[in-house]
């Protein structure tokens, strides 16, 4: 049974730049044969500033970011391409590597895929990914609710009148609990609701939660819109108006 909605299944995504950034040459001439072969255009970054200078150059509808690169590491690639763009990027980590995992989602990353991994596999996910952020969405008028206002069908949001610079996941997230304040969330609705997994690692709520709280929060460590419910989950505390 597909997990993506009708709007998503009809999403055209033959000629999408993918720009993947690998300095193992093996990995990167397999991973790009597969990604054209699915009707994509792939191009290679085999270091960490000719990605940053392809990405100002061409920007590409997606990015797949080796977490470890020669001079500057993939996460501090994402932090850097995360203050200007909200590309959709998915990172490659080390096989188990949990640290490897949180570093790049808190860098920004909206995705991961572990090492090794199946050609095949990585195809889906670059899929399922440009599907999820490019798919058209039924008209919704914008509305206010507390100090944000979201136009979800422009997927723009803004706080005290201040537009928001989020990453595709950070924006969904927040959209979601938007549309469902005051209501409280586990980890492993949020994890179904906003990123369409059935199954995944729970620390990508948990990493994107908090790099949200970073930039709707006067103070991130001590929240008081986006809480935590211990034992339970989140709930975004703020109130129709």
């Known amino acids: 049974m597909s997990l993506l909605s009708n709007g998503e299944q009809g999403v055209d995504l033959t000629d999408r730049r993918v720009l993947v950034v690998e300095d193992d040459a093996t990995v ?15 191009d290679v970054a085999s270091d960490s500033f000719s990605a940053l200078a392809a990405v100002e150059r061409t920007p590409p509808d997606l990015i797949v970011l080796d977490r470890m690169l020669p001079g500057i590491d993939g996460a501090e690639v994402c932090r850097r391409i995360r203050a200007t763009s909200a590309v959709p990027i998915i990172m490659l980590t080390a096989l188990g590597s949990t640290e490897d995992r949180i570093a790049g989602l808190e860098a920004g990353a909206d995705d991961y895929l572990t090492k090794p991994f199946s050609p095949r596999e990585l195809v889906l996910r670059v899929q399922s990914v440009l599907r999820r952020s490019l798919a058209p969405h039924t008209p919704e008028a914008p509305f206010d609710i507390g100090p944000f206002h979201l136009d ?13 610079v989020l990453s595709a996941r950070e924006f969904d997230l927040l959209a979601f609990l938007l549309k469902h304040p005051r209501q409280t969330f586990d980890r492993q609705t949020l994890l179904r609701s906003v990123w369409g ?33 211990w034992g339970v989950g989140y709930r975004l505390d703020i109130e129709e108006t």
Do not use: Q
């Open 28 to 42: 990167a001439e397999v991973a790009v044969t597969y990604l054209r072969t699915a009707g994509l255009l792939a």
């Open 152 to 164: 979800a069908s422009a997927r723009r949001v803004s706080r005290d009148g201040a537009e928001l």
């Open 197 to 229: 997994w059935e199954f995944g690692d729970l620390s990508t709520v948990t990493v994107t939660t908090r790099r949200l709280r970073e930039k709707i929060e006067a103070d991130p460590a001590h929240p008081t819109l986006l809480v935590t419910v």
